[in-house]
C-alpha cells in the first residue's frame, strides 16, 4: 500500500504560537487528502478535505482562519494551526487514498502550553 | 446523516479466550466499511474493507464479516500483541465516517 508520511511527529509549542504540520504521501498521487483530529479516547474525526490545486473544505465547527491547509501539490499538504491555544492539543492525522483503501500517516502530537 | 456505533467500548480477554466486535451503521449508499486497528500514539493501521453483504475477509487471528447493518471482527484465540484499538469508518462518499472504536485489552 501508499505510505503516508507526516512531519513533525510530535512538538510543544506556546499558545499563541502557529504551528505547521507536513503531509507527505511517498508513492501515490494524493489529489485529496483528509485531515482528522484525535482527542485522548476519542474516535477520528474529520476536519477538512484538502484538494491539490484548490481550498480546502471544511466541516462544520472547524474554523477555517485558524487551520490553514494548503495541497500545492499531488505528494504535499500542510496544515498550520495559527494562534495555537491548549484546546487545539491534539493528535492530527492525515490520510489519502481511494474507495478500496485509505493510507493514513503516522500522525502529529501537537500539544500547546 | 451517517452513523456509525461501536460496541463495546472497551473489552478485556484472557489470552485465547475469542470473541467480537461490532460496527452498526447507518448510511445511504455503503461504498465500504474499513476497519483498522491502532495502537497507543499512533495513526491507523489498515485491516480490512468489506464492499457487500456476506462478504467475509481474514488476516490471521482476525476475520471481519459485513450484513446490511452491521460489521463484526471476530477475533480468535487472540494475544496479548492485539491489544489496540479497533476502529471501523464506512465510507458514503468521499468521506470516511468513523465509530469510535474498541478499545481491546488481551490479558496473558
Known amino acids: 500500500g501508499a505510505v503516508v508520511s507526516q512531519h513533525p511527529s510530535w512538538v510543544i509549542c506556546k499558545s499563541g504560537t502557529s504551528v505547521k504540520i507536513e503531509c507527505r504521501s511517498l508513492?501515490?498521487?494524493?489529489?485529496?487528502m483528509f485531515w482528522y483530529r484525535q482527542f485522548p479516547k476519542q474516535s477520528l474525526m474529520l476536519m477538512a478535505t484538502s484538494n491539490e490545486g484548490s481550498k480546502a473544505t471544511y466541516e462544520q465547527g472547524v474554523e477555517k482562519d485558524k487551520f490553514l491547509i494548503n495541497h500545492a501539490s499531488l505528494t504535499l499538504s500542510t496544515l498550520t494551526v495559527t494562534s495555537a491555544h491548549p484546546e487545539d492539543s491534539s493528535f492530527y492525522i492525515c490520510t489519502t487514498g481511494g474507495s478500496y483503501e485509505q493510507y493514513f500517516g503516522p500522525g502529529t502530537r501537537l500539544t500547546v502550553t | 446523516e451517517d452513523q456509525v456505533t461501536q460496541s463495546p467500548e472497551a473489552l478485556r480477554l484472557q489470552e485465547g479466550e475469542s470473541s467480537s466486535l461490532n460496527c452498526s451503521y447507518t448510511?445511504?449508499?455503503?461504498?465500504?466499511l474499513f476497519w483498522y486497528r491502532q495502537d497507543p500514539g499512533k495513526g491507523p493501521e489498515f485491516l480490512f474493507t468489506?464492499?457487500?453483504a456476506g462478504e467475509e475477509k481474514e488476516k490471521e487471528r482476525l476475520k471481519a464479516t459485513l450484513t446490511k447493518k452491521e460489521s463484526f471482527l471476530h477475533i480468535t484465540a487472540p494475544k496479548p500483541e492485539d491489544s489496540a484499538t479497533y476502529l471501523c469508518a464506512v465510507d458514503a462518499g468521499n468521506m470516511l465516517t468513523f465509530g469510535g472504536g474498541t478499545r481491546l485489552m488481551v490479558k496473558p
Open positions: 508513492d501515490f498521487q494524493a489529489t485529496t
Open positions: 468489506l464492499y457487500s
Open positions: 448510511v445511504s449508499g455503503l461504498r465500504g
